[in-house]
């Protein structure tokens, strides 16, 4: 699919983003936990011409995840799935705080590996991890420190596409410059042992 993948369909960022996509022309996907927020939220972007596409899948569950992503490689994509809730330093148990890690960071994490390298080679690598909060806030902890784990999971994400991208041209050079090699050492070779020209036989007597 060319055009944009938002996953995290929510009434704040996911929409305001989706929405500028779609008034620039590009398609939208838009991925929601929930059908119902889903279509709602198609709905009220809806851009005449600019098809706009909901999606169902849970940002923590990566075989629904990777399967909303199968319409193709996408231009860009856009995270702003998370988990909302005030929890104050130890006011939270830790089960919830995996549940969060789940979206915040790990949904991130299976977008990237699924979406990145594909991008990367048709010379697209929009791929942004929003964060709402520019630093951690002690009255939100899970969502301070999901934020800042899907940020380092897409920074991650594409400095490896990068150094995998800079190894392959790197594994190139040197392929062609061990055939350089090979063809200039053949043409020496060929000259050593080709037969002396005629005039030059007569010259040497």
Do not use: N
Not at 64 to 92: F, H, K, M, Q
Not at 135 to 150: M, N, R
Not at 157 to 164: D, E, F, K, L
């Amino acid at each position: 699919m060319a055009g944009a993948l938002i996953i995290g369909a929510g009434p704040g960022t996911g929409q305001a983003v989706a929405r500028r996509f779609a008034r620039e022309g590009l398609p939208v996907a838009l991925v929601a936990r929930t059908k119902d927020t889903g279509v709602a939220a198609a709905e009220s972007i809806g851009s005449p011409g600019t098809p706009v596409l909901p999606l169902t899948a849970d940002a923590a569950a990566e075989t629904a995840l990777r399967a909303a992503g199968e319409l193709g490689e996408p231009d860009a994509v856009v995270c702003d799935a998370a988990v909302i809730r005030p929890d104050p330093i130890g006011g939270l148990p830790l089960r919830d705080h995996l549940d969060t890690y789940a979206v915040d960071v790990l949904g991130a994490l299976t977008a990237a590996a699924h979406t990145l390298p594909g991008m990367a080679r048709r010379g697209h690598e929009t791929f942004v991890v929003t964060g709402g909060m520019p630093e951690t806030k002690p009255q939100y902890v899970s969502l301070s420190l999901g934020k800042a784990g899907g940020a380092g999971a897409g920074r991650t994400a594409r400095r490896g596409v990068r150094a995998g991208r800079r190894a392959r041209r790197h594994g190139h050079r040197r392929r062609s410059g061990r055939a350089r090699d090979g063809l200039r050492l053949r043409r020496h070779r060929r000259a050593l042992l080709a037969p002396a020209h005629p005039a030059a036989r007569a010259g040497g007597a």
